[in-house]
């Protein structure tokens, strides 16, 4: 059974960083692509960045590109998310998600994840 379980998220002030983890079991992480996606109140949710299986190859969405890297420890099956100098139109919940195939490309719409943590909210205040 694989489970996704993020953790980090909270209230911060606009331009203050926070840093998401998702540990990750019940999968062969190491030849999994990762990916963050958010959803804000009444929005679809969004692929904010992804990382491939050897964590040499990324995506950002354009609104976070620059304040935002993603990174992975395949040691510790764990994907990261910093988030730095955040914005009030970054508040929202953060999920951590898996395809289901292994050696896949990067996910860049949520239709192309399969396995889905809880969800972490973020909020930022101005």
């Known amino acids: 059974q694989v489970q996704l379980a993020e953790s980090g998220g909270g209230l911060v002030q606009a331009g203050g960083s926070l840093r998401l983890s998702c540990a990750a079991s019940g999968l062969t992480f190491r030849s999994a692509a990762m990916g963050w996606l958010r959803q804000a109140p009444g929005k679809e949710r969004e692929v904010v960045a992804a990382?491939?299986?050897?964590?040499?190859?990324?995506y950002y969405l354009d609104s976070v590109k620059g304040r935002f890297t993603i990174s992975r420890d395949n040691a510790k099956n764990t994907v990261y998310l910093q988030m730095n100098s955040l914005n009030p139109k970054d508040t929202a919940v953060y999920y951590c998600?898996?395809?289901?195939?292994?050696?896949?490309?990067?996910?860049?719409?949520?239709?192309?994840?399969?396995?889905w943590g809880q969800g972490t909210q973020v909020t930022v205040s101005s």
């Open positions: 998600a898996a395809p289901k195939a292994r050696y896949s490309a990067l996910g860049l719409t949520a239709t192309k994840y399969d396995y």
């Open positions: 990382i491939n299986w050897t964590g040499g190859t990324t």
